[in-house]
């Protein structure tokens, strides 16, 4: 009886402090960040690479593998034990499983509703924000429903009709599939009331004047992505800027949604480019960092959600035999490519050391091209965030964010 008196009672004691204090909480303000392909190596590799900038050999934490509560997501697709990005960005935006290939429908095709709906009738703001294009698999599940993913075009014409008051990313995926069509997604957009801003001197002069906006970056780019880190100039529209961008616009008294994709992990970690992997982790951490220099200013009101939809590449630190990494190899490389981009006198260090060569030189790991079927990990500060302590599924991600903003699901 003793040991039950020991154990139970301060549990119970815990539990009801936890239950009152967080009932009269809600958060007014959510962030969720989704790091597309970002596996617990991810994190690893690139806060191992973090520390040698410091000139050491351990691991140097990111900013938001600090916050105080810490979790995995099992991230299954309805049809494989290895998901695709358009059926878990389903799952973490209405909490459901779908079929790979498969966004925002049941395996039968019937919609479902994104939680940025229901966000959006309970009153709140909503923003919805890519580095890569703003119809693609993640984005396109908070907004749109198709049951094939591939189908940009129609995807993006949901954007326009979400009524959703804020887009950024790099552009349209669907506009290279709309040139034979009779209405561009550009005139599609701004016939639904939207303005849209081409960088960020463009939103500076539209933003007081908009009652809904998209973000796209400066120069068009081919694949209409947000230039990758290691190809930006100085007039690069950038992941944290459109985050800051997006408070700015949103920020009031009703309160906000915001979904935030670092896309172009996913896409690194498809070419296994060790580099372009982990600046472009380094890079969606100084885009929580925007959200969390928010939450300081309002942590009675706010919650920030960082989680990934599944793992690419198979990366790992460490390769074939031993218990190194060469980090330092990976840091000359990245020195090399940042002097190239101001200085086009400097040889191409792209062609000089291919990925698959930089990846041997450093000693890091891949198994494979496509994603991998680990569970991902889930990190969260702020009102609400006990709830994703410990083991979760990838469906209950968005029931939990529902129940934080008091938003019935
Ligand atoms: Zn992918």
Redesign the pocket.
């Known amino acids: 009886m003793k040991r039950v008196i020991k154990f139970v009672i301060p549990i119970l004691v815990a539990f009801v402090v936890a239950s009152c204090c967080s009932s009269n909480k809600q958060a007014k303000y959510v962030f969720y960040f989704i790091g ?2 970002m596996g617990f190596s991810h994190i690893a590799v690139t806060e191992g690479y973090k520390s040698i900038l410091n000139g050491e050999k351990k691991s140097e934490p990111l900013l938001f593998t600090q916050f105080p509560v810490m979790g995995m997501a099992t991230s299954y697709s309805a049809s494989n034990i290895i998901t ?2 358009s059926a878990a960005g389903t799952a973490l935006s209405t909490g459901f499983k779908t079929n790979n290939g498969m966004l925002g429908v049941t395996p039968d095709s019937s919609s479902l509703e994104a939680i940025s709906y229901k966000i959006h009738k309970a009153g709140y703001k909503v923003g919805i924000m890519s580095s890569v294009t703003i119809d693609h698999a993640t984005p396109g599940a908070f907004y749109a429903n198709s049951v094939k993913r591939s189908d940009y075009y129609g995807i993006a014409k949901q954007l326009c009709e979400s009524n959703f008051e804020f887009f950024g990313g790099g552009g349209y995926q669907g506009a290279t599939q709309s040139i034979n069509k009779k209405f561009p997604l550009d005139s599609i957009t701004t016939a639904a009331g939207y303005n849209i801003a081409y960088g960020l001197e463009d939103f500076n002069n539209l933003k007081s004047n908009s009652e809904k906006l998209v973000l796209f970056q400066p120069q068009p780019r081919t694949d209409n992505i947000l230039p990758p880190v290691l190809e930006r100039n100085d007039s690069s529209l950038t992941l944290p800027q459109v985050v800051k961008a997006a408070v700015e616009f949103l920020n009031s008294k009703d309160g906000f949604f915001i979904m935030a994709e670092g896309g172009q992990i ?1 896409w690194s970690a ?1 070419s296994n480019d060790v580099a372009g992997t982990i600046m472009e982790v380094l890079d969606f951490d100084a885009a929580i960092e925007v959200a969390y220099k928010f939450y300081q200013q309002h942590p009675e009101e706010t919650l920030i959600v960082v989680t990934a939809d599944h793992e ?1 590449g198979g990366i790992s630190l460490g390769r074939n035999k031993g218990y190194v990494s060469h980090f330092d190899k990976v840091k000359e490389y990245v020195d090399g490519v940042q002097k190239k981009n101001s200085d086009v006198s400097v040889d191409n260090y792209m062609e000089q050391m291919p990925v698959d060569s930089l990846s041997k030189a450093s000693l890091i790991g891949w198994t494979t091209t496509s ?1 991998t079927g680990g569970a991902v990990p889930v990190f969260a500060i702020g009102t609400g965030s006990e709830q994703f302590a410990g083991r979760q599924d990838n469906t209950d991600i968005p029931k939990k964010i529902c129940k934080a903003m008091g938003v019935e699901f």
């Open positions: 597309d392909g695709c990005s996913d498809h690419t994603h």
